[in-house]
């Protein structure tokens, strides 16, 4: 069974400096994806990044970027610039690669930033 | 476009109760997906269809049924309503299957169960 951990319940952040988000996974596969999701107040949630598995450069979206070691199956977001609009939940979330699973995500139980003015 | 659109935002229900989750994309996505969120938990998936007349169940199906007779709509049935079934619902669509192609989400049902 996969498994995702986030160990950070709440973070905090100076605004415009930067933060990182643990999160690591256990799985057998070998072929899949991972996720951050951001989920603010207002319940929305909100696709930040996803890396494929097979794909040894790290996927980055302007200020977000990811530290993805399969190796140790860890799996960071790193958000630089922070700005007052990144406070939300994030969760970090796994998929297997096979389409015959469906939609199955497994997710961590989510980290609560808040960025300070 | 309007995205992906749920109703009732907001739901109280007492228990033995059933009721209908709407749910609706106007994007001709083929995928489309229940979720419910439990405090302090991520999404788990509930049923999940790749196309009209094809649904199928996620991790956590019992008390609840689908049906998917158009491309756009994807209600969700609780037969019964428990307490246990207390939670923030989200409807989701995508192209295809999330781990190629993004998900878009509704902005959720909140269903209390008493």
């Known amino acids: 069974a996969q498994t995702v951990t986030q160990s950070q319940p709440e973070m905090s952040v100076q605004e415009a400096e930067t933060v990182t988000l643990s999160c690591t996974y256990d799985?057998?596969?070998?072929?899949?994806?991972l996720f951050w999701y951001k989920q603010p107040p207002s319940r929305q949630m909100i696709l930040v990044i996803r890396q494929e598995a097979y794909k040894q450069q790290n996927a980055t979206e302007n200020r977000f970027s990811v530290n993805f070691q399969k190796a140790a199956k860890s799996f960071s977001l790193k958000i630089s610039d922070s700005q007052l609009g990144d406070t939300a939940m994030y969760f970090c979330?796994?998929?297997?690669?096979?389409?015959?699973?469906?939609?199955?995500?497994?997710f961590g139980t989510g980290t609560s930033l808040t960025v300070i003015p | 476009n309007a995205g992906v659109t749920q109703t009732p935002k907001f739901q109280v229900l007492k228990t033995g109760q059933s009721m209908t989750l709407q749910c609706a994309q106007d994007?001709?996505?083929?995928?489309m997906s229940w979720y419910r969120q439990d405090p302090g938990m991520g999404l788990r998936l509930i049923h999940y269809s790749v196309g009209a007349g094809i649904t199928d169940q996620g991790e956590v199906p019992n008390g609840y049924n689908v049906s998917r007779s158009t491309t756009e709509d994807f209600p969700l049935r609780l037969l019964s309503a428990a307490p246990s079934q207390t939670s923030v619902y989200f409807c989701a669509s995508s192209y295809g299957p999330a781990a190629a192609y993004e998900q878009y989400f509704g902005p959720g049902t909140r269903l209390t169960v008493t």
């Open positions: 799985t057998s596969e070998n072929n899949y994806y």
């Open positions: 979330a796994f998929m297997n690669h096979h389409t015959n699973t469906g939609n199955q995500f497994y």
């Open positions: 994007m001709n996505h083929e995928y």
